[in-house]
């Protein structure tokens, strides 16, 4: 077993790849099982899967999942992750998915014959027991979420089939009852995000759809859009007023921004996108893949398979900026389609964020201040050759002037200069390190933006 933990990061670093790995996001701790059993579909190599987290009696933890296990770690001492819970499954799978709500961790698993496991976390820091494991309502289902304000779980996909599978677990956390099972205009829901009552349900091909599941039996449609790529998952901003969804297929489709502001009248559209593309920020071609996003404040959370985690400022709903990343699987030089970051989960009280890489394991991180390469608005910047060697030209399209800033991945600065509009700047690279850097422009009225550049 390797136990990486942070005095082990420096030895991770003085190679490009390595170089690009830590943008903003503190790695606190780490944790990976080599001999754990591996999922291979599609010669895959999937050791790892989903991730959650939960606060009990004081004390935080995360979850995630592994091709037969269920496993559970202490992360209060995020540099220290302790594994504490390890439970088997009946099948190797891939997904394993998590959710919360008193004090349990509700399971499933979309393979094989797993069903629901509800796991008791009352006396964790002692002992976590497996209360209820059964087959009843589903052998198999693709993801989970949960309505903490009704206590009403939603299975999507697998048996759950053009529909959602409705439980309760109002009465009893350890067991609960059937509450619906409707089909859905849409058909099958790979995943959904739910939010007193309503669904805003992610329907694969079919598009994004918003219900209102009052009556669990009688769900009634609120609104509908299509998307275009596989309309994967989604979250909402705390006001509730936009949401944002991830297309997983086919590679580089953005993260898209709908707004919510008009669902009362039936009316939702998409108003924004966006997209970085950072194994091959260079590349004309995006095939970057957003897989799973969620919102905490301010901050997106954008698990990026191959890229990693990055994590952008919403707080200008229409215009995020990336302001932190890491790169879990360094291992990639170039896109190769479904390996790398799975999921996050970024609502510990610590500020502890949790994250689940495929083939190297649990990351603990925490978001550092970002505000020396924050950018509020955007110039219109080119810079070339990227990568670049020896000597990188910059050019601003803009009526102004302003300054340039070399940094490195921390935001320590390494060289500036100024620039004047229009006109080619020469930044000479010789003295600089192969690695991973940021070009911040500023205008002399503080607009900014961030380029990315990789010097070999």
Known sequence: MKNILICAVACLLGTFLNAQNNFNLELLGHWDDDALPVSSPGNLNLQYNSCWGITVNNREYAVMGGAQHVLFFDVTVPAMPKLVGKFQGRSTVVPREFKSYKNRVYAVADGGNDGLMIFDLSHAEDTIIRTYWD??????????????????????GGNAGQGII???????????????HPDLPGGYVHDCYVRNDTVYASSGYEGYFVFNFKDPANPVLLAQISTGGYNHNSWLTLDGTYAYYAEEIPQGQPIRIVDLQNLALGEIEVVGSFLDNLQAPSDSIKRAIPHNVYIKGDHLYDSQYEDGLLVYDISDRLEPVLIAHYDTRPENTQYNGYFGNWGNYPWLASGTIISSDMQNGLFLFRLQNSSSVSSPKELLVSIFPNPVHDLLTLRVESIEKG?????????????????????????SLLSVEKGFYFLKITSTTSQSTIKKVIVH
Do not use: C
Not at 166 to 180: C, E, H, I, K, R
Not at 407 to 425: A, C, H, M, P, Y
């Open 135 to 156: 087959t009843t309502f589903f052998h198999r289902i693709h993801t989970i979420a949960l309505d903490t304000t009704s206590g009403h779980i939603y299975m999507n």
């Open 166 to 180: 409705v439980l309760d677990a109002s009465q009893n956390p350890d067991a609960p009852t059937f509450l619906a």
């Open 403 to 427: 300054r340039w800033e070399m940094l490195d991945v921390s935001g320590k600065q390494i060289q500036s200069g100024e620039f004047q509009s229009s006109v080619d700047t020469p930044i």
